[in-house]
């Protein structure tokens, strides 16, 4: 019987396939290959002792095991909530009482990713336009597209979003009349993935002072991604934008344990206006009626117990190790380069490389191609892009992680690419007409 | 500064609460109130030794534990994936090899629900139609409604669903041109939540006869929740329409370790026809990248070892002997109320109550006062279904839930019930002219 065909929803046919999903495919299929693409974690340093240890003082005691294995709430454990608060609360330097919101407006999630994708359904309708960093990250892009938002980027520096540039993009969409569709701000301020970079203290006051500004006949919001905020090793923290939203109205903050604990273990949140957190928890309970309740007792008990941030610790340190590896690897092979630039990220798990302008970087690219060859894998940085305003992409841009792989491997997959790239006769000409990495 | 509005998304504004919502939190605020309404698990059957035995497992393992702490793919596990596929096999007494599909078309979620969810998305834009049994999983309803759909109920007997009702359904909906707003047809076809009632093996050669026939211009499909199948308590299990389909292209089979194992754990699947697997992965990709991988592990293992079906053998014993309990006290609470009529479910957790046409049953009945001012709590039946074609909705039903509460609480929550309906007049009149429960 000849079958009639499936008639998917419109949202079905705007989710485009993740382009990285080939890549990550690829890395998996090739021996030897070196990726510096995937954004996974270190492995040597997930927290098996600690997480046994806590699951033994769990299970110790059958009244809170049943506890953790029976239904949990839609918004999340509440002792998880209230410490998640806390320290909040304490890296921004407040008070829990001080705080415009409590622990109502705190909803657990699977990985930060599942609240970007709540609070992307309870703001999007087709049409909408959510402006990002550019480069930003690109899963959220997917998102985004799939709700059948317009994205719009602008242009990063060294700290961070252009803020001047995101209010010369915001009048001109005043003057077109589209201000009307612009709902979010997408920042991920802390060591962003994929350039590594962070967005200043003064932009964090213009980035909210913008959103005020331009909120018009409703409300803009930010959704500050903060997924690496706790993966810094030099300097000191930056408070949130969340903490300049004195009336809790403006900002939407989200972190999650993935990075700097277990992926596996699947456990993020989100800090919501009062009013949006209303129509997320409806949404969230028509998701799966909560996450998973077992691994929320998980990750409060990491927490109470100090285990989390003993780790921490340790990671920092593996973290730092890598980063500094691949740095002086890129400072290394480069050092005949000088149009090729990046910066030092002072956290996070990624390193944005920017080639001159006439070097093309993407899936198809003769790089792409001489680095398959060496034994590489990078993200193209083009995944990370949308078109801006002109129509133009940047192509000539990479990504580079040093989450999944060894310190060893950093090294020789930056010698890799090296030496792909040598092999491009375009990176052996003069140097003065190339642009800087970062403005 | 007064605050811009938020505008939020068609889709949140067509969010609603959840009706039971209030009454959960009725449940938990009132001391000594028996909650016959909580869909919950018995909790002192929870396997806490059985989850702690799989956990010491793989922590003593550290190599497969960071695998289980690093992220995992999307789709899920492989190995779990392929050992549901081995017990889905066995269970319809077939062989893997067998099966029209593959575990490439196996989808792991976070509980069945969230399977729920993303076929919905995949499948529905506002207007579209879902045909589910009256009564029907009333959470599913709201995810439903969320995305614009309309619901349409078709009565069930003893048998389930009345797909010869059904069948009139859809001869007028292609006769009133609304045929191609059919998208799927909703079953919970084993000892469904909320009736105990399970779909006979007739109707459902018939249910899928008429998924194929009424597919014209496009795929009708069916949504086959067996949420409850591994709880059976009585007869041998019947094989699922899944098996029927034998190319894969017009079921869904989803099922869940929430019920028969852990609701804490949230580990549930979909075996999707393959041209639908393709678009539920990637809104799987854009909701979490995958559920938790720790719990995967877990739920594999538990599999594996034996340990899930030890355990399953325990669970049922526990649920029959509160089944037992409840159809006793209901026989010695209301035999003096034959228009009061219910059908002992073989398996599952509920049990449906109908009363006499004339007592209503509502959130705001004189019955619900009574039962709450007795310390009982119940559904009522009118969350569960939605206004038929002539817009008459049934509210003289309501559900109990045998679940969560011990096997004392049964009995005195039934005799709390009946005390309560006892003191309303109305159920003391002739009987004669009062309906059974099921045609």
Partial sequence: MPQSPLQLSK??????????SLFMKMAIETPGLISLAAGLVDEPSLPVAEIRETFDGLFANPPAARAALQYGTTEGYLPLRQKLLERYAAEDGLSPDSLPFSVDDVLITNGSQQLLYIVSEALLDPGDIVITEAP??????????????EVLGVPMDDHGMRTDLLETMLLRLE????????????????????SGLSLAPERRRHL???????????????LEDAAYRDL?????????????????????????????CSPGVRVGFGILPHDLMIPAHRIKGNHDFGSAN???????????????DSHLKDLRAAYVAKRDAMLESLQAAFREWPGVKWAKPAGGMYCWLRFPADVQTGPDSPLMKEALREGVLYVPGQFCHVADMTGKLATNEIRLCFGVATVDQIREGVRRLAKAAKRLTSLQGPVEDREAVVA
């Fill in 136 to 149: 930003s990250y690109f899963v959220f892009h997917s998102v985004l597209t799939s709700h059948g938002a």
């Fill in 175 to 194: 003057q077109t009349g589209k201000l009307d569709r612009v709902k979010l701000l997408y920042t991920v301020d802390y060591f962003q993935n994929p």
């Fill in 11 to 20: 949202l079905a046919s705007r989710t485009k396939d993740q382009p990285i």
């Fill in 208 to 222: 909210l002072e913008l959103a005020r500004r331009f909120s018009k006949k409703h409300r803009i919001l930010i």
């Fill in 232 to 260: 810094r090793y030099d300097g000191a923290d930056v408070r949130s934008i969340k903490c300049l939203d004195t009336t809790n109205s403006s900002v939407v903050y989200t972190s999650t344990f993935s990075k700097p």
């Fill in 294 to 308: 077992l691994n929320q007792h998980l990750a409060y008990q990491m927490l109470q117990s100090g285990r989390y």
